[in-house]
């Protein structure tokens, strides 16, 4: 009976040592694609001030690097009218130390000055990054923009603003509202969401027009499809099939793209969500990942590439991505919403 106690002691000690060792034994080893340079310093965060206006600012994320790395400016989503870089925090780092120079921007919102004030704002982060590409080892001509929801949509423009290969070399949208018109348009269905409400109301906010044909300009504008010409950049649009926005807003955009002989693709994913939540989705970082290492490439390495490969398929039949990669549900059947090429003196759905 005196050594009961000293036995069950023995044993939870054993226990504990046991469960440690179980505990280091299982811990991943750190995988290559997860460091940054070897050798290289550790992650800085800082804020940034890009212009004058308190919502120009963004995170920087980056780490010491002896060669200029590519980098990646991300625009948050928020039906342009909320949201915060910070929300991006954690993909930011995660892109950052896989070797990218990672920046999350604010953005003016809607109430605060409208279209294409938003755009402005994307195209002075950029330039400002540019300017100071030594402070974050980053390559100044290798840089390209991820943006969510609303935020989609102002990258997808930037991507399709003036020459924008010039000043970056592709886009990922994910949940773009590619048409704030059409948005604002079925907001107004019988038995809309509450979201696609809400959609309606910023859209027409931000456009500072409702269905009235002398503000057409301003609904031209928001679409980037509009503006697609061959001196614009590659671009990887992904949504959900039940997303709040219709998967079929990329169709026109990917085709835009594909008939100016860029990379567009579309991929759309099972289930309903929205965003920067499609990054949830089993594989979907590194699929973000792959196609930011293959339109970043160093230029010289571009160049060998672009050499060696066949003309790229402008067929909308086309199956695959551009990196070779099918996309993981087939593309939506559903057409284009309908959205004139040029103003027009009265809009359909009046």
């Keep these: 009976m005196a050594y009961g106690p000293r036995r069950a002691r023995a044993a939870r000690v054993a226990a504990v040592v046991a469960g440690i060792a179980a505990g280091v034994a299982a811990l991943p080893a750190t995988a290559p694609a997860a460091q940054a340079v070897p050798g290289e310093g550790p992650r800085h965060e800082v804020t940034y001030f890009y212009g004058s206006g308190p919502q120009n600012m963004f995170d920087a994320y980056w780490h010491d690097s002896r060669q200029p790395r590519p980098g990646i400016l991300i625009l948050h989503g928020g039906y342009w009218v909320e949201g915060d ?8 780092r995660w892109y950052a130390d896989r070797g990218y120079a990672v920046f999350s921007a604010n953005y003016r919102f809607a109430q605060q000055a ?16 540019k300017r100071h590409a030594a402070q974050f080892d980053l390559d100044p001509d290798r840089l390209a923009v991820l943006g969510s929801s609303a935020g989609g949509q102002i990258a ?10 010039d000043r970056i070399r592709g886009v990922v949208a994910l949940s773009p509202v590619l048409s704030p018109y059409q948005a604002y348009l079925d907001g107004a269905v019988r038995g809309a969401s509450k979201h696609r409400k809400r959609l309606r109301r910023t859209a027409a906010q931000l456009a500072d027009c409702g269905a009235s044909s002398s503000c057409w300009s301003s609904w031209y504008d928001l679409t980037p499809k509009n ?4 001196g614009d950049v590659p671009m990887m649009i992904a949504y959900s099939r039940d997303d709040l926005v219709s998967p079929s807003e990329g169709i026109g955009l990917r085709d835009a793209l594909r008939e100016h002989g860029l990379g567009g693709t579309l991929t759309v994913l099972p289930g309903a969500d929205h965003g920067g939540a499609l990054l949830h989705h089993p594989g979907m970082k ?14 010289k390495q571009e160049k060998q590439r672009t050499a060696a490969t066949p003309t790229h398929s402008t067929s909308a039949s086309a ?14 059947t559903p057409p284009t919403p309908p959205t004139p090429s040029m103003p027009t003196p009265s809009l359909p759905g009046n």
């Design 227 to 230: 503006a697609v010409t061959s």
């Design 85 to 92: 870089k910070g929300t991006w925090r954690r993909t930011a």
């Design 114 to 129: 409208r279209w294409p004030a938003q755009r402005t704002d994307a195209l002075d982060a950029i330039a400002y990054i």
């Design 156 to 165: 997808a423009d930037v991507g399709t603003y003036g020459s924008a290969s």
């Design 319 to 332: 199956s695959a991505t551009d990196s070779g990669t099918p996309t993981a549900v087939p593309t939506p």
């Design 286 to 299: 590194q699929r973000l990942l792959a196609f930011f290492d293959r339109i970043t490439r160093p230029a």
